[in-house]
């Protein structure tokens, strides 16, 4: 079966520090790989998805940016945080099924930036 | 663009309850639906799915109907329980550059109590 891992559980970073979340799933191949951010009482926002190896598209600009070495690793990086990138993260994953196609989440990483 | 629209929260509601959360969506074409639940700390689980008009999709006791000429997808279920204490998103999928992407609402965070 398909597992999805995520860490850090949690991270508290200081403003202007670096950041790398990094998201591995197992069990498939190929997978289409998602970045989210949920930032309290604002919903679910993509930031990044990725088709394959080296292919990142960006949903939002911002001080974030993604990479995908491997099939079935990605990583969320900043160079600089920002307070308003506190927030909890979330990778998804997911595999064409036909037409259409169900995203699954991993456990999420909690980043508080003071 | 696509959007999603759930009904505000939170809810509380006592244990064997029914439930109903109300969740309208505007899109082009035939979208996908889904409803996701989010327990205390954790990820999105994925509860139950629709891709066609007039489907139903199940899980757990909750159920949810494909709408398409109301273009809604309304979370049911007949007796809920204290561990269903948790937020629930209502979200659509859409096609674009070789990925599926998730729309979703905003969440409504139910409350049961004994």
């Known amino acids: 079966s398909q597992t999805i891992h995520q860490w850090p559980a949690t991270l508290v970073q200081p403003v202007g520090s670096p950041l790398s979340l990094e998201c591995t799933v197992e069990?498939?191949?190929?997978?289409?790989l998602y970045w989210y951010r949920q930032a309290a009482g604002r919903g679910l926002q993509l930031l990044f998805y990725?088709?394959?190896?080296?292919?990142i598209s960006s949903e939002v600009p911002q001080n974030l940016s993604a990479s995908r070495p491997q099939d079935r690793q990605f990583i969320l990086s900043s160079k600089k945080l920002l307070l308003s990138d506190s927030g909890f993260y979330l990778c998804?994953?997911?595999?064409?099924?036909?037409?259409?196609?169900?995203?699954?989440f991993g456990p999420g990483t909690r980043l508080l930036v003071l | 663009g696509d959007s999603v629209t759930q009904m505000e929260g939170p809810v509380t509601l006592s244990e064997e309850a029914c439930l109903t959360i109300?969740?309208?969506?505007?899109?082009?074409?035939?979208?996908?639906l889904f409803w996701y639940v989010q327990y205390p700390g954790e990820g999105l689980q994925l509860l139950l799915k629709?891709?066609?008009?007039?489907d139903k999709g199940s899980n757990k006791g909750f159920e949810a109907t494909y709408r398409k000429e109301t273009t809604s997808f309304h979370l049911e279920k007949g007796s809920v329980q204290v561990s269903d204490s948790a937020v629930y998103f209502c979200?659509?999928?859409?096609?674009?550059?070789?990925?599926?992407?998730?729309?979703f609402g905003k969440g409504t965070k139910l409350s049961v109590i004994p």
């Open positions: 109300n969740c309208t969506y505007t899109a082009t074409g035939y979208p996908s």
């Open positions: 069990g498939t191949s190929n997978p289409n």
């Open positions: 629709a891709t066609k008009a007039d």
């Open positions: 990725s088709v394959g190896i080296g292919q």
């Open positions: 998804a994953w997911s595999v064409p099924i036909g037409e259409r196609e169900t995203q699954y």
């Open positions: 979200a659509l999928s859409h096609s674009g550059a070789g990925s599926y992407q998730l729309t």
